[in-house]
């Protein structure tokens, strides 16, 4: 940045974004819980839970390419409050349409709105995030997706917790929307202004985003910036590791709860609690994931948690009993902890190029999160939803030999390791 911050509001502003990434998954969380019961209030077949993640998919995809535009226009700070308040419209929407008017175009409606509102989010924590884990000097990122994973733990909890007492998803739905407004306007109070222009121009260090005693850059050349790195070979490469990880860690968000259905045996609630088990367990790795990465670097990490991934999803899908199930499920959320924040902290190696680099790879990951679920919805319909999770198998293999891609650039301050 610029300036220096103070401490005061340096502090401030990185609680802010550990809230608003809390709060994104709050709300994801709250409708993955919620779709073995959503499914049965409005009589529908995985079919049509495939298409409403489609809806969101697509939805949240072009919420990720308008993230661009609106941070070049507005920057961070008004673009993340317009976001969550969009999304918390859409949770609303959603809970109402299935629980009071069963309407499944509504629960489509309000998908589209929560997709988007969640795609432009994504982006435009991911970009402040990175930036305040500049200004630290350390591994940070995977602790701001610690507390993505804080919120879907809530989430899931609560949404065991509301399956268990039959609460509806109507009210359910409905009341943490309207906790997430509250979170929304506290926390982006807490963001300073000045983040709007450094999130946009890479903390002011890129050469060609304004000279230092010149004018400040207009948003097409903003916007400009922020696009370059769709140019770049690192950009793709990382985007491999980022795919396969975040297939595997949207596929359990959405398919996971369900899957325990479908094993014989598992209710609504026990799908929702190794839907809990699982959060739990990502939640753990990124809270000690920015000390590990520190010591061993991002690679070795990586390569690691690739190979528990592959364990945990292998045994979720051919474990004889619940039980083990739930093993598989906590080792899939540990070995798919730290794919995206560690490529969101690769990409932002360079801090003259940090937010154009991470808004691309940010894009490249969501993309998979958002849209990978939906076509796995669509093969399980043709050969069972269990047979259709080898898929994310092969993915988080391949996130696994790709993690070379992770090194840090030269003279990068975070993500080497200790040697």
């Not at 929304?184 to 202004?193: E, G």
């Not at 490469?237 to 094993?263: K, P, Q």
Request: aromatic residues 8%; contains cysteine; glycine residues 12%.
């Amino acid at each position: 940045m610029t300036d220096v911050l103070s401490r005061s509001v340096y502090l401030r502003w990185r609680n802010a974004v550990f809230a608003i990434f809390a709060a994104s998954g709050l709300s994801i969380a709250t409708w993955a819980a919620r779709v073995p019961t959503i499914k049965e209030d409005l009589g529908i077949e995985n079919r049509e839970i495939g298409l409403a993640l489609l809806a969101m998919g697509i939805a949240s995809i072009l919420g990720l390419s308008a993230s661009s535009v609106i941070i070049a226009r507005l920057g961070t700070r008004t673009g993340m409050f317009g976001v969550l308040i969009t999304l918390s419209i859409g949770l609303a929407i959603l809970g109402l349409g299935s629980g009071f008017f069963h309407s499944y175009a509504m629960l489509i409606v309000g998908l589209a709105l929560f997709g988007f509102g969640n795609g432009c989010l994504d982006v435009m924590m991911n970009v402040d995030g990175a930036a305040i884990e500049t200004q630290s000097g350390k591994t940070i990122l995977p602790l701001f997706h610690a507390f993505f994973s804080f919120g879907t733990v809530i989430g899931a909890g609560l949404g065991a917790i509301a399956a268990g007492l039959r609460i509806g998803v109507a009210i359910h739905a409905v009341t943490i929307a309207a906790l997430i407004v509250v979170l929304a306007i506290v926390a982006i109070a807490n963001v300073p202004r000045r983040a709007v222009t450094d999130a946009v121009a890479a903390d002011s260090a890129a050469p060609e985003a304004a000279p230092a005693d010149g004018p400040a850059p207009g948003w097409r050349q903003r916007l400009a910036v922020s696009l370059s790195a769709w140019r770049e070979p690192r950009t793709y490469t990382l985007g491999i590791i980022m795919l396969g990880m975040a297939f595997a860690e949207g596929g359990a968000n959405d398919w996971l709860a369900l899957g325990v259905v479908e094993h014989g045996g598992g209710t609504a609630a026990i799908g929702a609690a190794a839907l809990t088990v699982f959060s739990v367990s990502m939640t753990v790795v990124r809270v000690f994931g920015g000390p590990l990465v520190d010591r061993f670097g991002r690679v070795a990490t990586l390569r690691v948690l690739a190979v528990a991934a592959t364990a945990g999803i292998l045994l979720f899908i051919l474990a004889p009993n619940l039980p083990l199930v739930f093993v598989g499920a906590a080792l899939w959320g540990i070995g798919a902890s730290l794919g995206f924040p560690l490529g969101m902290s690769a990409a932002a190696d360079d801090p003259a190029r940090a937010a154009a680099r991470v808004s691309a790879a940010a894009t490249i990951g969501y993309v998979a999160f958002l849209c990978g679920p939906p076509i796995l919805g669509f093969i399980s319909d043709h050969i069972g939803l269990l047979p259709t999770l080898f898929i994310l198998v092969v993915l988080v293999a391949a996130s696994g030999l790709a993690s070379s891609a992770a090194k840090p650039l030269p003279g990068a301050k975070v993500g080497a390791g200790r040697h």
